[in-house]
């Protein structure tokens, strides 16, 4: 049986359209958080489940009988297990999308090298992530002369990209003719049999949301009444295949060493919150996290916090997507191999350094590493940093806060800290202030509160006022400064 390892993106950011009012949050006196929405399912919603699941036609291209699915409920979500042949996990979610890794059967490859007979074998999977666009066949290639080359097939360029081959440059890859051409045949086709899946999938997915929504307009349909999706599938008549995609700069790539490792925030100790949930007034406190000055902050301290609070623009690799309209952003400074990308562009930093701090704009007149380890590039005009992805310990910001509000003002009392879960007896923390330095080691997940509220005195207090402004995302910082 193969592993199936599924890669996820640890921090997923979402932009808001319009300023929300002030939310009181962390006393006795707050309005509470909302509540994530509970589903309890009822019996006819069950049979529903049943209906299309074991009777939709679904997953007839991967299964051989209905045997093989399994699935279980929790709360908004649905886990379907296939068992058969191909073995997979399908998560799909309400009112979101369905994701998963495909596993694509092993194929072998005969070919003419130096003018000696050869032959490689390819092993490929494809994550499916939120961001249909960010995602991509991976493949290990191994051939007869023990050759291994990880590659990535981009099916947005049609390129054959590095994809962690040590000893070889980023960018992308090119074989002999007689393997190559098989290769990209491999991979249209590939691209075509998953993008067929996923436009079922998806379906599902929909199908899914309308039971558990108990949409009352749900009206059972198979797979056989619907219209496929093909707008991401090949046209192979119409389509014109580039081979190569070479980038061309006169200053060499820099690799970003910066680890955006941003999960959740606490305000006091009530419930965690993720970027996703925060509002536009969070976000804007979420920034303090990240800043040490009282008199000045650096473009370095800006920007991490920044790109790491709400960045502009999500990327696998060089290929990028705008958080809020989707569009496509390509990259090469910062970034070497298939990683998981963060970036702001120079005028979106600017906006928001001018919108929420008054802060005269930046101008990158070369590009450069910044202390943090994010890519400033020149050429690009973009901030560049990576983002954890994978399985590892969960961490996360908290701050004591206090506040009120007058005339439109909110007046607010923070004291940020970092917990960084380390190992130890149950759930334990590691305690860092904003600056980095360490106060506390193995916490117990239910005192670090009041650790913090204890040992005050040795984090980084502010006093800060902020008002709804002109950036949707952001609100306004009238003034701030250490206590």
């Given at each position: 049986m193969r592993k199936i390892i599924i890669i996820l993106l640890s921090i997923l950011l979402v932009g808001c359209n319009q300023v929300e009012p002030v939310k009181l949050i962390g006393n006795s006196t707050s309005s509470p958080l909302p509540e994530k929405k509970e589903y309890i399912l009822d019996e006819k919603q069950i049979e529903q489940l049943n209906m299309v699941i074991y009777s939709g036609g679904f997953f007839d291209d991967i299964i051989h009988s209905t045997d093989e699915i399994t699935y279980v409920v929790d709360n908004d979500t649905l886990l379907v297990t296939l068992s058969g042949e191909t073995k997979m996990d399908i998560k799909f979610t309400v009112d979101a999308y369905a994701t998963y890794t495909y596993p694509l059967k092993d194929t072998k490859f005969t070919y003419t090298k130096n003018k000696q007979d050869k032959s490689a074998t390819l092993s490929s999977k494809y994550t499916r992530a939120i961001n249909l666009d960010n995602t991509r066949i991976r493949t290990t290639l191994i051939t007869s002369d023990n050759q291994e080359?990880?590659?990535?097939?981009?099916?947005?360029?049609?390129?054959?990209?590095?994809?962690g081959t040590p000893d070889l440059n980023p960018g992308t890859?090119?074989?002999?003719?007689?393997?190559?051409?098989?290769?990209?045949?491999?991979?249209?086709?590939?691209?075509?049999?998953?993008?067929?899946?996923?436009?079922?999938?998806?379906?599902?997915n929909k199908h899914i949301s309308d039971i558990f929504n108990n949409n009352?307009?749900?009206?059972?349909?198979?797979?056989?009444?619907?219209?496929?999706?093909?707008?991401?599938?090949?046209?192979?008549?119409?389509?014109k295949k580039q081979k190569t995609n070479k980038q061309e700069f006169t200053e060499t790539p820099t690799r970003t060493s910066f680890m955006s490792r941003f999960y959740y925030y606490e305000?006091?100790?009530d419930e965690r919150m993720s970027i996703k949930t925060a509002t536009p007034y969070h976000r804007t406190l979420f920034l303090f996290s990240f800043l040490t000055?009282?008199?000045?902050?650096?473009?370095?301290?800006?920007?991490?916090?920044?790109?790491?609070?709400?960045?502009?623009?999500n990327c696998m690799g060089k290929t990028c997507n705008n958080r809020s309209n989707n569009s496509e952003l390509t990259i090469s400074q910062g970034t070497e191999g298939e990683g998981y990308y963060t970036v702001l562009t120079l005028d979106y930093f600017n906006k928001c350094i001018q919108d929420v701090f008054g802060r005269d704009t930046y101008s990158i007149d070369e590009t450069k590493k910044l202390p943090s380890g994010i890519v400033q590039g020149k050429e690009e005009k973009t901030f560049v940093g990576e983002a954890y992805a994978g399985d590892g310990y969960i961490s996360y910001y908290g701050?004591?806060?206090?506040?009120?509000?007058?005339?439109?003002?909110?007046?607010?009392?923070?004291?940020?800290?970092?917990?960084s879960q380390t190992d130890g007896e149950?759930?334990?923390?590691?305690?860092?202030?904003?600056?980095?330095?360490?106060?506390?080691?193995?916490?117990k997940e239910n005192n670090v509160y009041q650790f913090v509220e204890n040992n005050k005195e040795s984090f980084l207090t502010w006093e800060i006022a902020l008002t709804p402004g002109s950036n949707p995302d952001f609100y306004q910082v009238l003034s701030y400064k250490l206590k």
């Open positions: 080359y990880k590659i990535v097939f981009n099916q947005e360029r049609h390129t054959l990209e590095n994809n890859m090119s074989f002999v003719d007689s393997l190559s051409t098989q290769m990209y045949e491999y991979y249209e086709n590939s691209w075509n049999e998953i993008m067929l899946f996923d436009s079922y999938m998806q379906t599902l009352e307009s749900y009206t059972f349909r198979n797979k056989e009444t619907l219209i496929v999706d093909n707008r991401k599938m090949y046209s192979w008549q119409n389509e305000f006091n100790s000055s009282s008199t000045d902050f650096t473009i370095d301290e800006l920007a991490t916090a920044f790109i790491t609070v709400l960045s502009e623009y701050s004591i806060y206090s506040h009120y509000k007058e005339d439109g003002i909110d007046y607010v009392t923070l004291t940020p800290y970092y917990a149950g759930i334990v923390y590691d305690i860092y202030t904003t600056a980095h330095d360490k106060i506390g080691s193995g916490i």
